[in-house]
């Protein structure tokens, strides 16, 4: 899935890589936004099951935005490796 | 809006968001989802059976349009696994196909239109015979769930059952891994959402998109967005299948790897010779 060249312009994806990034891009766009869902409603469900409002929530705000952050960088961290 | 005999009014559109019980088998609910579900997966084995009696070295029409996706799918999943194509092209292109047949059955006339008579709540209702696999989320949830389980194994034979653990429940530095265990978790959870809410979203409006067309308009209007449907229907059975594979080279890429076998892979090796003889 390579595009990055160490010295040079950003090399076009061939034709058998390309489809794969296609699904990439529509991925992320939505992980992005159910993290943060899932992270707040897991939050909201622990703070009403052990009373401790609103502990867990903000808790889980903080884990589902670190989550939105990794799926990015789960995919970015292999286009940033030397080569 | 209408009435019908018994004097209780029906809707013009008829929506539901779950499949319809259609009738029981002891315990066991059928429902117009799983009439679809069926209806792919015998098209699917027919079109199967049919290719593997009659395959010939030089494919006719049929053959090689029933051949395209093979072709398709295993260039892009040979990019992505040189020395692993054989045993992930067969899982990735199952499920491209079972989505492209589930989705397409939406579009077959009759499908949605055509009902039977049950009671349901005490009173008589009229439910759609058959309903689009994917219009159902049990089908799409349980895809998912089957993609997560063929990208775990795979990460696990990749990396060993200890390695994929330790990458996933322990960070680097390890005082760092309370934040990043929850993390992977909603994660991963994350995945098996996205990919079951994105199909079943996608074709369930479809389908609600056609009905309202169908009743609001007249003549060619709903053609048209039967077309785009197809399209649609596609494209989706596409993404699920291409991000199977995201999903799998990720996990099989590990923390300190890449997708390193690429590199080392001549570009045209044995396997490139059994991939062309496989698809004709």
């Known amino acids: ?83 | 809006m209408p009435e019908d005999a018994g004097g209780h009014e029906e809707a013009l559109i008829h929506v539901a968001i779950k499949g319809e019980t259609l009738f029981h088998i002891g315990p066991f609910a059928v429902t117009n989802s799983m009439v679809g579900t069926l209806i792919a997966t015998v098209v699917l084995a027919s079109l199967a059976f049919w290719v593997s009696r009659n395959a010939s070295t030089v494919p006719g029409r049929l053959q090689s349009f029933l051949e395209f996706p093979l072709e398709f799918l295993g260039g892009v999943v040979k990019a992505q696994h040189p020395t692993r194509w054989r045993q992930i092209v067969p899982p990735i292109l199952t499920i491209f196909l079972l989505v492209l047949v589930a989705n397409y059955v939406g579009l077959l006339p009759g499908v949605g239109t055509i009902g039977v008579r049950v009671i349901e709540d005490g009173h008589e209702a009229t439910v759609p015979l058959i309903r689009p696999a994917s219009a159902d989320l049990n089908f799409t949830l349980a895809l998912a769930l089957i993609a997560f389980v063929l990208f775990v194994s795979w990460g696990i034979r990749a990396n060993g059952l200890k390695g994929y653990l330790k990458e996933t429940f322990i960070a680097n530095p390890p005082y760092m891994t309370p934040l990043m265990t929850p993390i992977h978790i909603v994660s991963e959870l994350s995945r098996i959402i996205s990919l079951s809410m994105r199909l079943f979203g996608n074709v369930f409006a479809g389908e609600i998109l056609l009905a309202v067309m169908l009743a609001l308009t007249f003549a060619v209007v709903p053609a048209i967005f039967l077309g785009l449907e197809a399209i649609f229907g596609a494209v989706q059975a596409l993404v699920f299948a291409l991000l199977t594979l995201t999903y799998i080279t990720l996990a099989t890429a590990g923390h300190g790897g890449g997708h390193d076998e690429a590199h080392d892979a001549p570009e045209h090796d044995a396997d490139d010779v059994a991939l062309r003889a496989g698809a004709h």
């Open chain 1, 1 to 83: 899935m390579s595009t990055r060249q160490p010295n040079g312009p950003p090399e076009r994806p061939d034709r058998t890589t390309r489809p794969a990034n296609w699904g990439l891009v529509l991925d992320l766009g939505m992980r992005l936004g159910l993290s943060v869902v899932i992270g707040v409603v897991a939050g909201v469900l622990l703070d009403k099951w052990l009373g401790t409002g609103p502990i867990f929530t903000l808790v889980g705000v903080v884990v589902g935005i670190g989550a939105a952050m990794y799926s990015i960088w789960e995919v970015a961290r292999d286009e940033w490796k030397p080569r």
